[in-house]
C-alpha cells in the first residue's frame, strides 16, 4: 500500500482536512469481502481504514457510475471537486473521457 497509512492516518487525523469528505469506489464480485477488508486493515495503533472513509461506494459496476454516485452523495455540482485516485490508468481514461477531473494519479 506504499505511503496509504500515512496518507489516511494524515486525512483522519489532522484539522486541516477536517472539512474533506473521504469515499471508496471499487468494482468487485465480492463487495463483503472488500468491506471486511476496510473494516480489518490498521492505519495505526487505533484507527483502521473504516475510521478514514465517509461513503462507501464498493459494487460491481463501472467508475463512472461509482463517482456519479459519489458526485450525488455529497451533493457535488461537477467532478472538480473531486480527486481520483486509481491503479489502472488505462480503465480510468476509458472510463472518464467524458468527465472533467482536475487531476488523476495512478498509485
Known amino acids: 500500500m ?19 469528505a473521504v469515499a471508496f469506489a ?11 477488508c476496510i473494516e480489518k486493515f490498521r492505519i495505526s495503533q487505533n484507527v483502521y481504514l473504516k475510521d478514514c472513509v465517509d461513503f462507501r461506494e464498493i459494487h460491481k459496476g463501472n467508475k463512472k ?6 458526485k450525488r452523495k455529497f451533493n457535488l455540482e461537477s467532478f472538480e471537486s473531486i480527486l481520483f ?10 472510463n ?11 498509485i
Not at 4 to 16: M, N, T
Not at 28 to 36: G, K, R
Not at 86 to 92: E, P, R, T, V
Open 2 to 20: 506504499g505511503n496509504g497509512r500515512a496518507i489516511f492516518a494524515e486525512l483522519h487525523e489532522s484539522e486541516r482536512w477536517t472539512n474533506t
Open 26 to 36: 471499487s468494482s468487485t464480485d465480492e463487495p463483503s469481502w472488500a468491506n471486511e
Open 65 to 70: 457510475t461509482h463517482l456519479s454516485n459519489i
Open 85 to 94: 485516485f486509481d491503479n489502472g490508468m488505462f480503465k480510468l481514461l476509458l
Open 96 to 106: 472518464f473521457a467524458f468527465a472533467n477531473i482536475i487531476e488523476t494519479f495512478s
